[in-house]
């Protein structure tokens, strides 16, 4: 189970939306526009993705370095206990994880996007050196500040 945790920190990657700085949508939108937004929202999932996975890397290694510049400094994480971490207290707990053998992230989708805020849902399974596995769905909040996304929230949710 503490390796559950650690993923789930390390998932704390996100929430609560930016809504500032919206632009105004078109009245009716071109077929063109609306490709090219179809495209922008697979590169946003497939950046939002990698960067989940180089964050629960970083995470698992207990190298905070690395976790640490992807966090908002205003980072609220719900870990699938229900403890409320913030930025500070996630890097605090992050140690090299001896106990988890492997783990994947599946059925990501991007369920909300802005021009400065993200919202990606996925599940994370872990799977122990001992053969026991645990997954968690997980619901992170980016926000993009000075051209970089951010995890604002995250919430953790264990399946069972």
């Known amino acids: 189970m503490k390796s559950i945790l650690a993923v789930a920190m390390l998932a704390a990657t996100l929430s609560l939306c930016n809504l500032t700085d919206k632009t105004k ?7 063109a526009k609306s490709a090219s937004s179809a495209s922008d929202r697979e590169a946003v999932l497939a950046e939002l993705l990698k960067l989940t996975n180089e964050m629960t890397t970083a995470s698992l290694n207990g190298d905070i370095s690395a976790l640490a510049p992807h966090l908002a400094e205003d980072f609220s994480g719900t870990t699938y206990d229900g403890k409320i971490q913030n930025k500070n207290q996630v890097l605090a707990v992050t140690k090299p994880d001896r106990i988890t053998k492997s783990w994947k992230i599946t059925d990501g989708q991007l369920t ?13 399974t872990q799977t122990a050196r001992n053969g026991r596995s645990a997954s968690a ?10 051209g970089q996304w951010l995890v604002k929230s995250e919430q953790q949710t264990l399946m069972r």
């Open 137 to 146: 769905r997980i619901t992170d909040t980016f926000v993009k500040r000075n």
């Open 112 to 124: 909300s996007l802005d021009n400065d805020s993200a919202v990606l849902t996925y599940v994370q």
């Open 25 to 31: 949508p078109e009245a009716t939108p071109t077929p």
